[in-house]
C-alpha cells in the first residue's frame, strides 16, 4: 500500500518568513518609528528655543533660517527675579525630598519586610489603601493643617510629608526588593553582635542600592516637575521653583513669551534628563530585579 503525503500550504499568500535578521529589522523599523513620533514634541521644543519669537508658532518644521540665543537671554532674566533663584529653590527642594524619602521609606521597608510586630498585615494594608487615593482627596486637609501650622510661604509643606514616610509607592518597592534578600545574612550579622540599626545601615542598604536609585531617580522626577505644590503654598516670587517660574512666561490677557518659555523648559528638561542618564542602570536592575523576584 502506497501513502501519499501531502504537504499543506498556506491558504492566503506565501509562508512567513522565519529569518531572524528581516524579524529583526522590521522590529527595529517600527520601534523606531514609535520613538521619533513620540520625541518628536521635545525635539521640536528644543529647535524652536532657538528661533526668533515671532516665527516660533509658524511652522512645525525643525529647521530655520534665522537661529538666536535671545530666547536664552532674555528667558533667564525676565520675571521679577532671574533663573538662577528658580533652579536654587528647585534643587533644594528636591534635594531635601530624596533624602527624606531615601530615609523615611527604606527604615519603614525594613519594619515591614524584616521585624515582627503585632497587627503587620493589617498596616501594611492600609498602607496600600492609601495607594488608591488620588491626591486631591487630601488636598484640602493639608492644607487646612499646614495654614493651621503657619507653613505657609515656606518649603515644609513640601518637604516635611516626605521623611514622615508617606510614599507608600516606595515603600512598597522598597519592601518587595528587601524580601528577596535571604535572611540568612541578617543572621550572620545578629551572630556577629549587629542590632537592628546596624543590620539594616551595614548589609541591607548596600544590597538595596537598585531599589534606592529607582527610588531617588522618581522622587527627583516628582519633585522637580512639581507644580500644584509650590503654587498652593508658595506665594511670594523669591520661593518660586522652576515650574512656577515657567507658568510666568504665559499670560491669558496678552501675549505670551513662548520662545523664552521653550528655551526655559529645555533647560528645565536637562536636569532630569542628565539624573535619568546618571541613575538608569541602577533603575533598570532595581524594577526587573522587584518584578522578577
Known amino acids: 500500500m502506497t501513502t501519499v503525503s501531502i504537504t499543506a500550504r498556506p491558504l492566503l499568500g506565501r509562508r512567513r518568513t522565519r529569518n531572524p535578521l528581516v524579524i529583526g529589522l522590521v522590529r527595529h523599523a517600527v520601534l523606531i518609528a514609535v520613538l521619533l513620533v513620540m520625541l518628536y514634541p521635545v525635539v521640536w521644543m528644543v529647535a524652536a528655543s532657538f528661533r526668533p519669537t515671532a516665527e516660533v508658532m509658524n511652522s512645525l518644521g525643525l529647521l530655520s533660517r534665522n537661529y538666536t540665543l535671545d530666547n536664552y537671554r532674555n528667558g533667564w532674566s525676565a520675571g521679577q527675579l532671574d533663573f538662577s533663584r528658580y533652579f536654587l529653590n528647585s534643587i533644594a527642594i528636591t534635594a531635601l525630598s530624596i533624602a527624606g524619602n531615601l530615609f523615611a521609606c527604606s ?21 496600600l489603601g492609601t495607594m488608591l487615593l488620588p491626591y486631591h482627596v487630601t488636598l484640602v486637609p493639608q492644607y487646612i493643617l499646614f495654614n493651621e501650622l503657619a507653613w505657609m510661604n515656606t518649603y515644609l509643606p513640601l518637604v516635611v510629608p516626605k521623611w514622615l514616610g508617606a510614599e507608600a509607592f516606595f515603600i512598597f518597592l522598597m519592601v518587595q526588593f528587601i524580601r528577596t534578600l535571604p535572611r540568612e545574612l541578617d543572621d550572620a550579622a545578629r551572630i556577629d553582635g549587629c542590632g537592628h540599626w546596624r543590620t539594616f545601615s551595614r548589609i541591607v542598604i548596600p544590597l538595596s542600592l537598585p531599589a534606592i536609585g529607582t527610588t531617588a531617580l ?39 513669551a513662548y520662545g523664552s518659555l521653550f528655551a526655559m523648559s529645555t533647560l528645565a528638561l536637562a536636569p532630569i534628563v542628565g539624573f535619568f542618564l546618571v541613575a538608569q542602570k541602577l533603575l533598570i536592575e532595581g524594577v526587573a530585579t522587584t518584578g522578577l523576584k
Open 107 to 127: 527604615l519603614t521597608a525594613y519594619a515591614f519586610a524584616r521585624l515582627e510586630f503585632p497587627l503587620k498585615r493589617v498596616l501594611f494594608g492600609l498602607l
Open 218 to 256: 522618581f522622587t527627583f522626577i516628582n519633585s522637580w516637575n512639581d507644580f500644584l505644590g509650590p503654587l498652593l503654598y508658595l506665594n511670594r516670587p523669591e520661593l518660586w521653583t522652576v515650574s512656577l517660574g515657567l507658568n510666568s512666561f504665559l499670560d491669558v490677557t496678552g501675549e505670551s
